[in-house]
């Protein structure tokens, strides 16, 4: 491609950066559903990013097309040093770099939410707490094998902290060690150690009884139940769905129904039961537009959660149950959670589109995606993320493996973790 043709020149300075894409697509001879597919939106999103004009632009959708396609940066209205930041990162970790700097960021998985009121503590408990939300905000940055073992010295001085502690101080302690539990769970879970994550787990659910809080007995509740449902253990992770839904009782606040619903539906994708996803999937859309016109949901559910979270649970969904309408559906719903800066969540969730357009035989897009979930995973060590491209790589036979999945398995083969 000459970048200085007229026709390149006059749309850049125009700010047509949609027009640029055009172009430059079409001299390497690459459909917009190949665009696509390697970045993670459907043909109809590559369609209507090149006939914006000089409309406002998604900078990371932007920002993938031309690395994809090799464009210059400055032609689409990037710097350099960012081009690349933001085409992995997303735009608002940019935002930050540019007009927040020094500014320390909460990255939080869905998993961990960012839980901002707290429980108003004082004492030990308030500095135990302190520790564990700085070990959580660390998840999105640290490889979980050098988080892990800070997190379990800091989950054993909570625990022998709290058995020492007197008897009314023992209930908000045991809230603090549910909550460091549940984040060695998390990064056992992360580092593919099955045995240790359910095991947390299940300490971070008996703490939870102890500190007698049922709201956050059931948030841990569900956070196992999600663990078993990504197992594929489905009948574990429907029937710790509905002890959470006992705690919540009645009058639960919005946000904590949307997010269980999530969790429902995947453990029934894990079944393979269609209908009842699709039923869980829309008590979760229903659940979420109440979620505006609640009030400050109480702690542990101090989260945003929005359309595109059940959004990208649908596309999960349809990944497990093999339905790529439903993926092809909700990518672009979901294109938040595709470039959100947790990039191990963002990963997995590439790994589930790559599932899907595998399963329609596209395989260049398929392939691309999953490359770039597997780079990902070596880089924080995720065994969670391996062992997912494994199983993805698993589902394709071939005699004569095209490009694309040789390359894949040069990456995958060189992998030990």
Request: hydrophobic content about 45%; charged content about 20%; overall charge positive.
């Amino acid at each position: 491609m000459n970048w200085s043709s007229q026709a390149i020149r006059d749309a850049a300075r125009q700010g047509d950066y949609g027009r640029v894409v055009s172009l430059a697509r079409r001299d390497a001879s690459v459909s917009q559903s190949q665009l696509g597919d390697a970045c993670g939106i459907s043909q109809s999103a590559v369609s209507r990013l090149e006939g914006r004009g000089t409309a406002s632009y998604d900078m990371t959708i932007l920002a993938r097309a031309a690395t994809h396609l090799h464009i210059p940066p400055r032609l689409v209205g990037l710097a350099d040093h960012t081009a690349a930041h933001v085409a992995e990162n997303g735009p608002h970790d940019v935002h930050r770099r540019n007009f927040l700097a020094g500014t320390a960021a909460t990255i939080a998985a869905p998993a961990l939410p960012a839980r901002h009121p707290e429980p108003t503590d004082t004492g030990q408990a308030a500095t135990l707490r302190v520790a564990t939300t700085a070990f959580r905000r660390l998840d999105g940055t640290t490889p979980s094998r050098q988080l892990s073992e800070p997190v379990l010295a800091h989950l054993r001085l909570t625990q022998a902290i709290t058995s020492a502690a007197a008897v009314e101080q023992r209930a908000r302690l045991a809230a603090v060690g549910s909550e460091a539990a549940s984040l060695a769970g998390w990064l056992a879970w992360d580092m593919n150690d099955i045995g240790s994550a359910r095991t947390w787990y299940g300490a971070a659910i008996k703490a939870a009884r102890t500190s007698g809080d049922r709201l956050l007995l059931a948030y841990q509740l569900g956070s196992l139940a999600g663990f078993e449902a990504d197992a594929g253990n489905a009948p574990q992770g429907l029937a710790l769905v509905r002890k959470a839904h006992r705690q919540l009782g009645d009058a639960a606040p919005a946000i904590a129904t949307a997010w269980l619903a999530t969790v429902e539906a995947l453990a029934h994708a894990a079944a393979g039961d269609r209908p009842a996803a699709e039923t869980a999937l829309d008590q979760a859309a229903r659940s979420t537009d109440a979620v505006q016109d609640e009030q400050a949901p109480p702690w542990p559910w101090v989260f945003t959660f929005t359309h595109t979270k059940v959004a990208a649970a649908r596309l999960t969904c349809g990944a497990r149950l093999g339905l790529p309408e439903w993926v092809a559906a909700s990518q672009d719903a979901a294109a938040a959670a595709l470039t959100s800066s947790h990039e191990k969540q963002r990963a997995l969730l590439m790994l589930d589109l790559a599932a899907a357009q595998l399963a329609t035989g596209r395989l260049d897009g398929a392939f691309a995606l999953a490359g770039r979930a597997l780079e990902t995973g070596a880089r924080y060590r995720s065994g969670r993320i391996i062992e997912r491209a494994r199983g993805l790589r698993r589902s394709y036979t071939s005699t004569t493996p095209p490009r694309a999945v040789r390359e894949f398995d040069d990456r995958l083969h060189g992998i030990y973790l």
